[in-house]
């Protein structure tokens, strides 16, 4: 049998690990969920009108570490081509863009690990992919400014987006 303040303290001990974990607990789901704060302003149906019709990206928030984008040409509404898909992951402790571009790469996914992330922007870089080797998005009010970079055939060349949200 335990004697009355050794048991007592047993019980505090135990009631203090207790709240310690719970604690433990909900700061790491508090730091799960802060992992897509700063990339939230991606999600959204984002449009450019051309003369031959427009290019629409759709981002979607699927969890704490994960978004999924999907970029069509629509040539008429209801005629469309899916051109990309997108994503968007937190693994590891770090950020990675992935792209799936159409007819491009022999179908595969082509990772552009992401180099910064700051209010409302976020650069990616993967210096071993043949064009692009950069990949940059930055939301401004109701634009979101896309650009892809690097050298093609031995010169730089640079393709601006220039998106509305729709």
């Known amino acids: ?16 690990i207790t709240v310690g ?30 003369g031959n019709g427009a290019i629409v ?17 629509v040539k008429t509404p209801g005629d469309s081509s899916l051109q990309e898909t997108l994503e968007l992951n937190f693994r590891k402790g770090n950020w990675t863009y992935q792209s799936l571009a159409y007819g491009q790469n022999n ?12 209010k409302g922007e976020f650069i990616s870089e993967n210096p071993t992919h043949d064009f692009p080797q950069r990949i940059a ?5 109701n ?10 055939k031995g010169r730089y060349a640079k393709q601006n987006f220039d998106f509305i949200l729709d």
């Open 143 to 152: 634009n979101l400014f896309a650009s892809i970079e690097g050298k093609r």
């Open 137 to 141: 998005y930055r939301r401004s009010k």
């Open 107 to 118: 179908n595969q996914v082509i990772s552009f690990p992401v180099i910064y992330v700051g």
């Open 21 to 50: 974990i719970a604690l433990l607990c909900l700061w790491s789901i508090k730091a799960e969920a802060q992992k897509s704060e700063p990339l939230k302003w991606l999600v959204g149906r984002w449009k450019i009108t051309t």
């Open 1 to 16: 049998m335990l004697t009355g303040t050794f048991a007592n303290n047993l019980i505090q001990m135990k009631k203090s």
């Open 57 to 73: 990206e759709r981002w979607s928030w699927i969890n704490d570490s994960t978004f999924q984008g999907k970029s069509f040409f």
